[in-house]
């Protein structure tokens, strides 16, 4: 089993942005819970970051035909991004989104999901322990 994990903007600052939403684990803690937890459970994983929109676009492209899941965090293109929405609908590849801080409690426009049209999954939070939820979610239904 093969699992791309896809951050968006801001990710690769966990642990300085906003600590009261989205804690204190910062992005290099966060890969390695992700690789730690892969590894003792025989997955295949890989991450990428980025804050720009046309690189998630195409690292959700160069999962098709390599990735058997994907979990991402659009961060906040969560709320903007149709492209995104359309790269995941164009592979075809079970996607469960994930959240860090609970969106459904902040801010009106952080209700407005539209990668989650296309995702088989959402979770929000559960810290960084809903990637972990994530990667389960994708590895039982398999």
């Given at each position: 089993?093969?699992?791309f994990?896809?951050?968006?903007?801001?990710?690769?600052?966990?642990?300085?942005?906003?600590?009261?939403?989205?804690?204190?684990?910062?992005?290099?803690?966060?890969?390695?819970?992700?690789e730690?937890?892969?590894?003792?459970?025989?997955?295949?994983?890989?991450?990428?970051?980025?804050?720009?929109?046309?690189?998630?676009?195409?690292?959700?492209?160069?999962?098709?035909?390599?990735?058997?899941?994907?979990v991402?965090?659009?961060?906040?293109?969560?709320?903007?991004?149709?492209?995104?929405?359309?790269?995941?609908?164009?592979?075809?590849?079970?996607?469960?989104?994930?959240?860090?801080?609970?969106?459904?409690?902040?801010?009106?426009?952080?209700?407005?999901s539209?990668?989650?049209?296309?995702?088989?999954?959402?979770?929000?939070?559960?810290?960084?322990?809903?990637?972990?939820?994530?990667?389960?979610?994708?590895?039982?239904?398999?």
């Open positions: 089993m093969k699992i994990v896809i951050n968006g903007p801001n990710l690769n600052m966990l642990g300085i942005r906003e600590p009261d939403h989205y804690g204190r684990e910062t992005y290099a803690d966060l890969v390695k819970k992700i730690d937890y892969c590894e003792k459970k025989g997955i295949e994983v890989e991450l990428f970051q980025s804050n720009h929109e046309g690189a998630l676009v195409d690292e959700i492209q160069r999962a098709y035909g390599k990735a058997d899941g994907i991402i965090n659009p961060g906040a293109y969560t709320h903007t991004s149709i492209a995104i929405l359309d790269a995941v609908k164009s592979v075809s590849i079970p996607t469960v989104e994930v959240h860090i801080s609970k969106v459904e409690e902040r801010e009106d426009f952080r209700q407005i539209y990668v989650r049209l296309a995702c088989v999954k959402t979770i929000t939070g559960h810290g960084t322990d809903g990637y972990l939820e994530a990667i389960d979610f994708l590895t039982d239904k398999k």
